[in-house]
């Protein structure tokens, strides 16, 4: 395809892959086997990221990173319907009992959504920052890494005296 493909993901049964794709004009969440085959739109609306519930019942997405918020449909089709909000792309993830997620801003730090209770709450009381990514959490919700980039630095060069 001449299109742009990107955030893959496994089905919980290995059998499907879900990723982005841009082939319709916008952004929106595709399967397909994971031996090959012809791929199928999955959401109506756009989206960027996307994984499965531990039961494999429910699929939780993302939009963009420039509209932060969690997203629901059933695995099997349906509604799309809004879960949380601040939850951006490439910094959140499922674990067995619910979605963890960095909150940006004021009150940074990594937060846990339990799917039980719909509340959310802190998980780990770390800064985090817009220079943070690649975010991913064990299932059983034990460890988390990610990249946090804390300095950054840009040199001005200038060449003077150009010849050709």
């Known amino acids: 395809e001449p299109t742009q493909e990107e955030n893959p ?3 919980q049964d ?6 982005r794709s841009d082939r319709t004009g916008r952004g929106q969440l595709w ?7 012809v791929p199928a ?9 996307g994984f499965e519930s531990p039961a494999g ?3 939780y997405f993302v ?4 509209a932060p918020g969690l997203w629901s449909m ?11 909000e601040g939850v951006r792309q490439n910094r959140w993830s499922v674990t067995n009992d619910g979605i963890v997620f960095m909150q940006l801003g004021r009150n940074s730090g990594i937060r846990y959504f339990e799917f039980a ?10 800064p985090v920052t817009q220079l943070s990514s690649g975010f991913s959490v064990t299932r059983d919700g034990s460890s988390a890494p990610w990249a946090q980039t804390d300095v950054l630095k840009t040199e001005l060069m200038i060449i003077d005296r150009w010849r050709r």
């Open 31 to 37: 399967r397909m086997p994971s031996t090959g085959g």
């Open 63 to 66: 939009r963009s990173d420039d």
């Open 74 to 84: 059933p695995v099997a089709s349906g509604r799309e319907t809004f879960v949380l």
């Open 14 to 19: 290995g059998r499907w892959i879900y990723f």
């Open 117 to 126: 209770s719909q509340v959310v709450s802190a998980a780990w009381p770390v």
């Open 9 to 11: 993901s496994w089905t």
């Open 41 to 49: 739109i999955v959401t109506q609306g756009e989206a960027s990221q």
């Open 57 to 59: 019942d429910v699929l």
